[in-house]
T-cell receptor
Framework: SQTIHQWPATLVQPVGSPLSLECTVE??????LYWYRQAAGRGLQLLFY??????ISSEVPQNLSASRPQDRQFILSSKKLLLSDSGFYLC??????????FGEGSRLTVL | AQKITQTQPGMFVQEKEAVTLDCTYD???????LFWYKQPSSGEMIFLIY??????QNATEGRYSLNFQKARKSANLVISASQLGDSAMYFC??????????????FGQGTRLTINP
């Protein structure tokens, strides 16, 4: 069966520090992968998506970047975090009719 | 412009009652998909139900059904016989066609459902 995992689950970082969130998918090959962010009490905003190794599309200009070094690995990064980067980050892969299956989420607090 | 609109920020329902969560969407595509997700306090996003734009019958999954009214561009979620465990945020989402080889989902702002005992 397919599974998706992301870590760390919780992160508290100072402003200006770097960030790396990792997501891996098991049980499937060449998945379309997505990074979403959810601000407190809000809906989900699509940040990046990837259709293959090294292929990254950005949805909104921001302080973050994404990379896909391996088929089933998707990484969200920042060189210098801002306060506005705080939020709940969700990695997901898509299948079938287009339903997204999400990881457990990573809660980032920037102080 | 909002692609997905959920007009109910919060709803309170008595246990065992049925509840309808509203969702309207905006698209000019003929082919699209509509989804509902549940987000408990743990934060995980749980896929509930899917309706394709060409599906003539309303989708059902156990206690969940999707009231699809294409002409009105609405895709309301109906939960029958609500349970305490149904308390969560609920998000409506839409997939519009295929964009650059990747299908993208756009989410509404969500409705917080609270089931009272």
């Amino acid at each position: 069966s397919q599974t998706i995992h992301q870590w760390p689950a919780t992160l508290v970082q100072p402003v200006g520090s770097p960030l790396s969130l990792e997501c891996t998918v098991e049980g499937t090959s060449n998945p379309n992968l997505y990074w979403y962010r959810q601000a407190a009490g809000r809906g989900l905003q699509l940040l990046f998506y990837s259709v293959g190794i090294g292929q990254i599309s950005s949805e909104v200009p921001q302080n973050l970047s994404a990379s896909r070094p391996q088929d089933r690995q998707f990484i969200l990064s920042s060189k210098k975090l801002l306060l506005s980067d705080s939020g709940f980050y969700l990695c997901a892969w898509i299948r079938g009719a287009g339903e997204l299956f999400f990881g457990e989420g990573s809660r980032l607090t920037v102080l | 412009a909002q692609k997905i609109t959920q007009t109910q920020p919060g709803m309170f329902v008595q246990e065992k009652e049925a509840v309808t969560l509203d969702c309207t969407y905006d698209t000019s595509d003929q082919s699209y998909g509509l989804f509902w997700y549940k987000q408990p306090s743990s934060g995980e996003m749980i896929f509930l139900i899917y309706q394709g734009s060409y599906d003539e019958q309303n989708a059902t999954e156990g206690r969940y059904s999707l009231n699809f009214q294409k002409a009105r561009k609405s895709a309301n979620l109906v939960i029958s016989a609500s349970q305490l465990g149904d308390s969560a945020m609920y998000f409506c989402a839409m997939r519009e066609g295929l964009i650059q080889g990747a299908q993208k989902l756009v989410f509404g702002q969500g409705t917080r459902l609270t089931i009272n005992p």
